[in-house]
């Protein structure tokens, strides 16, 4: 069933054209989108595209609206330290939660379930309620502590989705490459789309 809300958390791994691209996917779907940014998830923003992202979580959403040309009511901003907010609560009503990209220490602090901050909150909740989590984890090389995380999560059934695009549709740019990913991830939450060609297409 396509999901009607999402929880999307960017961290501060590259990776932040992924990261709009879903977002603007989800928009074009209705679907609303509950959005956490890091402190160092807006550095990488700033650094990588040309949004940048500072302010209160009102400003931000009033950015992004602007940005994506979207309804506003599709889109709810919450700062990581906001405990409050919808998806810290296992009541929430987000569908799945995806966080894009997904630096080292966020996907070990989801491991061990610390809930240090918003993000790890809200997967938490999507671990212990189970509903779709995907981790997006942008590092090379994986160590093999990295590796162990990504193993204990899978086994809880968590999607583990390194942004590694396919060449074999013949990409020419690299708006193809993130179209690729983003294509899997939400192939992943059960949204249709036809950003990527399917294999024997």
Not at 100 to 108: D, I, Q, R
Not at 155 to 169: S, T
Not at 190 to 196: F, P, T
Request: charged letters at 20%; a negative charge; aromatic letters at 6%.
């Amino acid at each position: 069933m396509t999901p009607t809300t999402i929880t999307l958390a960017m961290t501060g791994a590259s990776g932040a054209e992924y990261t709009l691209r879903l977002f603007e996917c989800c928009l074009q779907k209705n679907i609303k989108v509950q959005f956490i940014n890091s402190q160092p998830g807006q550095i990488v923003m700033g650094m990588e595209t040309e949004l940048k992202l500072s302010g209160s979580p009102q400003k931000m959403q009033q950015k992004l609206a602007e940005y994506f040309d979207a309804d506003p009511t599709l889109i709810s901003v919450y700062s990581k330290d906001q405990w409050t907010a919808p998806p810290a609560s296992g009541s929430s009503v987000a569908d799945a939660m995806v966080v894009c990209p997904c630096s080292m220490g966020s996907l070990a602090s989801i491991a061990v379930g610390s809930s240090e901050n918003l993000i790890h909150r809200a997967a938490d909740v999507a671990i212990k309620e189970r509903r779709t989590l995907i981790l997006v984890p942008r590092e090379t090389p994986f160590s093999s502590i990295h590796l162990e995380n990504m193993l204990k999560l899978s086994r809880l059934g968590v999607v583990i989705l390194p942004p590694n695009p396919g060449f074999y549709h013949g990409a020419s740019s690299v708006a193809e490459l993130v179209d690729f990913i983003v294509a899997r991830i939400l192939d992943q939450l059960g949204i249709d789309n036809d950003l990527s060609p399917r294999w024997g297409e």
